[in-house]
């Protein structure tokens, strides 16, 4: 059975790893302008392990900022699952390629971002 370890960063940002897969929620990596959170961030860009996947449920800055993650590795990898055309484009910007919309209730399959180990098959929902 796949060990799930959950890390919380800061605010909404949570990194959730299933074995070698590892899906960031919210990425915040950086206190947004005029914004100050009342603890440390907990996670930096350049420390996270390889990321099947980035999910931003909304725009607003200290849940999404595809900025933060400038020190990440191998970005044209990553699939990104976000909620507005906006973030969408914005993550492109930042190099992330493989963006596109989620649907609503919908589900995601680690095997559709990156093939699970034999036997595996977990889901996103989003």
Same mark, same amino acid.
């Given at each position: ?12 940002? %949570? ?7 590892? %899906? ?99 889901? %996103?929902?989003?």
């Amino acid at each position: 059975m796949t060990q799930l370890l959950i890390t919380r960063a800061v605010n909404a940002c %949570v990194l959730l790893q299933f074995g070698q897969d590892a %899906v960031l929620t919210d990425p915040c990596l950086d206190a947004p302008p005029l914004l100050r959170f009342n603890e440390p961030i907990g996670l930096n860009a350049d420390a996270l392990p390889p990321l099947a996947a980035i999910v931003g449920g909304h725009g607003v800055p200290d849940h999404w900022r595809p900025q933060s993650l400038r020190a990440v590795a191998d970005k044209g990898t990553v699939a990104c699952l976000v909620a507005t055309e906006r973030m969408r484009q914005g993550a492109v910007r930042e190099g992330f390629r493989r963006s596109r919309l989620a649907q609503v209730r919908g589900g995601v399959s680690m095997a559709s971002i990156r093939p699970p180990e034999p036997g595996q098959d977990m889901v %996103v929902c989003v």
